[in-house]
């Protein structure tokens, strides 16, 4: 990033996430042998972990697998709140699937402030863990009645709610829901050092280890991309997406969308809260005050995976929405978020179908991973060791409620069927003749690829039908990857996979295409 002296703010470096660029890296081995255990875990995110950590004691043997390094998904791209308020959710939510199951979802996530709360006190862990209030607001009078129908739904199922008229922020509001003693913390210090807690003995943590698929039966089997197999008892996908997902068919059922962030270094104070806006399009904001760091954490510009036009705009918007209010010194990291959100915005938590009881999954967040990631653990641990969980119905996967999922899963999956076909429709084309650091679709030997000339002018070719279900991918100038606008999928610019439900890179195309020069 860099300024000028008339405090305009250009984007010249890669985006980072701040949670990453504030901590240090891990070097856990990979998989090489096949083992038995008792839990094979898929994913070393907030859900991976947390469950480890609440099974470790208990004589079972665990492995945890994450594709990549641990803690750098979802939960190191987190707005880090922990919070049971989750926009306007409890209302609606009463509405929809009656007062009881509301009462689970919300007694979930407030018991996830207080999981996360022992666990840093028990261990001393340094996170920069902070307890604050959390608003709601808008700045549009016509959503005073939903604010204050919020507040009501929360207070009625126990939540800490309450109404006020006016916040200690830069602009004014006309309203907002105040859920007192939540918090937020630093995830990747969190997780990092729940990491070093749980590996030893009775768990182990391999990374650089993809899973491909799962050979369900007594035990099941987890198959690795270097065909290794891991034989489980359980098998838990804390992925945000499961990978294997065919018996529930969970591609139709959750969505993705992305979210844009920002770290501000601001002269003057912020208030301590966490900020979040009723109001479209949503915004978000808190501070962090670390040990290494103190900044304001800006964000929202929320779109569909895949479907946004020229990306870097979305950073320029929350900018541009942060500089009349805060005196900004710099911005030391920006990045984006993926989340997917189910049918009827209530995750998907327990066994993946009723005839798969020991394969277990957590997905469709719905933005809001850090409790329910946390709470996912809570249930999952007391099913696999208890065999129920106060909360496992309205998370239940095999819950069926089409009234409230049926305008969101036609809309969704109306638009799957259009980028199905849209990209087999355009003619690509067929000059190469592009700049660095930008991409284009275009045509090699009669076919279609995708083409990202890089820094040092060499051209790097793929194969632009994603290898989950054959949509066609969509460049992402921001994050310098190929977007899956389906399913959320995500390619490197040299086509390996960033994150799933692909499981395949989009192969390269020969070599004897040349460095384009």
């Known amino acids: 990033m860099n300024m000028n002296g008339n405090n305009s703010i250009k984007f010249t470096d890669v985006p980072e996430s701040l949670w990453i660029g504030t901590t240090g890296d891990t070097d856990y081995p990979s998989l090489e042998d096949d083992i038995d255990v008792d839990v094979a875990i898929v994913g070393a995110g907030i859900t991976g972990l947390t469950t480890a950590y609440l099974l470790r004691g208990r004589g079972l043997k665990i492995a945890i697998i994450e594709a990549n390094r641990i803690a750098k998904g979802v939960s190191a791209h987190t707005t880090a709140k922990i919070t049971s308020q989750h926009t306007l959710k409890y209302y609606k939510m009463i509405n929809a699937v009656g007062e009881e199951k509301a009462r689970q979802y919300a007694e979930a996530n407030q018991s996830a402030i207080g999981l996360i709360e022992k666990i840093i006190r028990d261990n001393n862990i340094d996170c920069d863990f902070k307890r604050v209030p959390a608003y709601v607001f808008t700045q549009d009078r016509n959503m005073v009645r939903k604010l204050e129908d919020e507040t009501e739904a929360a207070l009625k199922l126990g939540l800490p709610a309450e109404y006020t008229e006016t916040l200690d922020l830069p602009f004014g509001v006309e309203g907002a829901m105040k859920f007192a003693n939540q918090a937020y913390f630093h995830p990747r210090k969190y997780l990092l050092a729940l990491a070093g807690l749980i590996v030893g003995k009775d768990c182990e943590i391999y990374e650089n280890t993809r899973a491909v698929d799962i050979q369900d039966g007594s035990p099941n089997i987890v198959v690795t991309d270097n065909g290794r197999k891991i034989r489980a008892k359980y098998v838990i996908q804390a992925t945000r997406y499961p990978f294997y997902d065919k018996p529930g068919l969970y591609f139709a059922r959750v969505y993705p969308q992305r979210t844009y962030l920002m770290a501000l270094r601001v002269k003057g104070s912020f208030p301590e809260g966490m900020y979040i806006s009723a109001d479209e399009p949503s915004r978000t904001l808190r501070p962090h005050t670390g040990s290494d760091i103190s900044v304001v954490l800006v964000g929202g510009e929320n779109h569909k995976t895949g479907h946004g036009k020229n990306l870097h705009n979305h950073y320029e918007i929350i900018r541009d929405f942060a500089k009349p209010m805060l005196d900004i010194e710099s911005i030391p990291y920006r990045w984006s978020a993926q989340d997917y959100t189910a049918m009827d915005e209530i995750p998907f938590i ?168």
């Open 350 to 517: 327990g066994p993946m179908t009723a005839g798969r009881e020991s394969i277990f999954i957590a997905t469709g967040y719905d933005k809001w991973g850090i409790t329910n990631g946390s709470a996912a653990a809570m249930i999952i641990t007391d099913l696999i060791t208890k065999g129920e969980s106060p909360w496992e119905e309205v998370y239940s996967p095999s819950r069926f409620t089409p009234a409230v999922s049926a305008k969101n899963f036609i809309k969704e999956n109306l638009d799957v069927a259009v980028n199905l076909i849209s990209g087999k429709l355009n003619i690509p084309d067929g000059d190469v003749e592009i700049e660095k650091g930008e991409a284009k679709i275009t045509e090699v030997d009669g076919y279609k690829v995708g083409v990202y000339r890089d820094n040092d002018g060499e051209l790097h070719y793929v194969s632009t039908t994603c290898t989950h279900l054959g949509c066609e991918l969509k460049w992402n100038s921001a994050e310098l990857s190929w977007d899956c606008p389906c399913h959320g999928s995500r390619f490197t610019y040299t086509g390996e996979v960033i994150e799933g439900p692909a499981l395949e890179s989009i192969k390269p195309l020969e070599s004897d295409l040349g460095t384009g020069n």
